[in-house]
């Protein structure tokens, strides 16, 4: 038997964004508070936004001051411009960061707790007001996913929160918002996205629902990522990898995500690395250490990506995986965290505890070789400089 979390409403295209006031009218939803950065706010896109619902007769308020990595404060400051107002639902504009700020605010709005009191291992199943996701990175797949990571800034925390209640009621997936992104914000949410769907399809909690969906993102992403990050303009490679990016979403949503994502974390919450780029340095060195955990399952996804010969052992295969990997990184330009100039002796002396902080996640159970706190301290070390 397989349970599982979807979006119940979608729009997936270019020009998605045009269809939110009908999105919003069959939902029954009438007056939303929109979330989101400054970018956005000063971009132009919360001003499309904007003019849309107005034709539309829908008036609209905003906050615009989200930060990357969401914190407890950014989050306190949202909800509390929400309830100077009457509003029936929230919309996230953004990356993952002003999406993530938006489905916490939504479930704060109708409980009384705190987003401390929301973490994993609580799952927050009693639905807040109804969320509209418009993401604009390809991605985290947040409009796709029934989870939400609030940084507590007190702890440096990235706190996992999860359950039904985060799931987006609409997602409007438009890859016409994408075109903006520089190269390294695209080249680093493409390769989130490619980590969301490789840790799916090899997570111990893998259905052969999610099987599909994470196939046919990881085929998706591989090929058309590097024609995204060489020809930003190039309509069929962004439409790409943003669906790629939303496969991803629904497949990890429902199939957790692995070793990866639970020592992405703590180098996102220490040192502030970009979530997308902590993956990616992360990425092709815990592929290798769990090959031998799944062999089959690394093959199959050398084989679909294109990186191994049908005929290839599995063995083969994997160590085409692990070095296609390698060689992806290097192509569009993954720093390793020394390359990063992150602090060499704030690193070792903050691997214990970003090891038990991974491990208290619970992503890395979910790893086809499943690592002791000793083992994912020697992994920080192995990638520090890989
Ligand atoms: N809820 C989930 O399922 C989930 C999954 C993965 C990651 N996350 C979280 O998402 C956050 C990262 O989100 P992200 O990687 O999308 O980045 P982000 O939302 O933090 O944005 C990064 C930067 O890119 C800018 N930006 C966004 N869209 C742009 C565009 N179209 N053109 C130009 N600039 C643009 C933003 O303004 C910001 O300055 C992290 O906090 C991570 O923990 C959540
Ligand atoms: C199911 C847990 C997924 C967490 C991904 C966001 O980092």
Redesign the pocket.
């Known amino acids: 038997m397989t349970a599982l979390v979807l979006p119940p409403f979608v729009r997936l295209g270019g020009g998605a964004l045009n269809e939110l006031p009908d999105a919003l009218q069959q939902a029954g939803l009438k007056a939303p508070f929109i979330i989101t ?4 706010a000063s971009g132009g896109v919360l001003e499309r936004v904007r003019g849309i619902l107005e034709q539309a007769g829908y008036t609209m308020r905003a906050f615009t001051e989200t930060v ?3 914190t407890v404060a950014c989050v306190n400051a949202a909800l509390a411009a929400l309830r100077d107002g009457q509003h029936d639902c929230v919309i996230g504009l ?7 700020t938006a ?1 916490m605010v939504a479930v704060l709005a109708r409980h009384d707790t705190t987003p401390s009191g929301l973490k994993v291992p609580h799952i927050q199943n009693t639905p807040g007001l109804p969320v509209i996701a418009i993401p ?2 390809a ?4 409009e796709a ?1 029934r ?3 609030i940084t507590d800034e007190v702890s440096d925390e ?1 706190m996992l929160c999860m359950g039904p209640a985060y799931q987006p009621h609409i997602a409007i997936v438009d890859y016409e ?2 075109l ?3 190269r390294r ?1 695209t080249a ?2 493409g390769t ?1 996205a490619l980590t969301h769907a490789l840790e799916a399809w090899v997570s111990k909690k893998a259905s052969p629902f999610t099987d599909a969906l994470a196939l046919t993102a990881m085929q998706r992403i591989w090929k058309w990522l590097p024609v995204a990050c060489e020809e930003p303009g190039n309509r069929e490679a962004r439409a790409a990898v943003m669906q790629g990016a939303f496969e991803a ?1 629904m497949a990890f ?1 429902n199939a957790s995500v692995a070793l990866v994502h639970g020592m992405s ?1 703590p180098i ?1 919450a220490h040192f502030h690395v ?3 780029l902590s993956n990616a340095m992360l990425l092709p060195e815990i592929t290798a250490w769990s090959l031998s955990g799944a062999p089959e399952r690394y093959a199959m996804a050398a084989r679909v990506m294109g990186i191994a010969e049908a005929g290839a052992s599995d063995a083969a295969a994997g160590e085409a995986l692990v070095e296609g990997l390698r060689r992806r990184n290097r192509e569009i330009g993954v720093p390793t965290p020394k390359e990063h100039g992150l602090d060499v002796a704030r690193w070792d002396n903050l691997l214990p505890l970003m090891a038990e902080q991974a491990l208290a996640s619970g992503s890395p159970a979910n790893n086809p070789r499943v690592p002791t706190a000793q083992d994912i301290v020697a992994l920080y070390h192995r990638v520090w400089a890989a």
Do not use: N, Q, W
């Open positions: 950065d400054p970018f956005m990357p990595d969401p953004g990356g993952g960061s002003p999406i993530d489905k604009t990175t991605g985290t797949g947040s996913t989870v939400t990571v990235k918002l994408t903006t992104m520089p914000l680093d949410t989130d979403g949503s974390r996102g970009p979530h997308g």
